[in-house]
């Protein structure tokens, strides 16, 4: 009697973890399938939006108005370039004003 209790038993863990594992397969496929087709239609709509802003930008880019700049001759002589200042000396007070850490046997 007790052996068939446990046979009995074994056979029921058995068929648990069956149904249990089929349940995870099922469970699991469905989950995927369901966020492939969420992020499928999200991916379209917004693969779709970025290519129409891209179009919108190059269009937008070949329509964009330039300025001619300057004709030759007619600069204002303020508007030129100054010459730039000469170098500074090296402010040789600033090098001791940071302590350094000098590492023993160097």
Known sequence: ???????EFK?????N???????????DNATENL????????????????VVESI???VAFQLLRSDPGEVKGKLNPSWEAEQEPPMCEIDR???GV????HRPGT
Request: hydrophobic share 35%; glycine share 0%; proline share 4%.
């Open 35 to 50: 966020l492939d087709s969420f992020f499928n239609s999200r991916a379209e709509s917004k693969t779709a939006e970025q």
């Open 56 to 58: 919108y930008q190059a």
């Open 1 to 7: 009697p007790r052996e068939s209790k446990m046979e």
């Open 17 to 27: 973890e069956s149904l249990h594992d089929m349940v995870d397969h099922i469970v």
């Open 98 to 101: 940071i302590p350094l850490r």
């Open 93 to 95: 007070f600033a090098r």
């Open 11 to 15: 056979a029921q863990q058995e068929l």
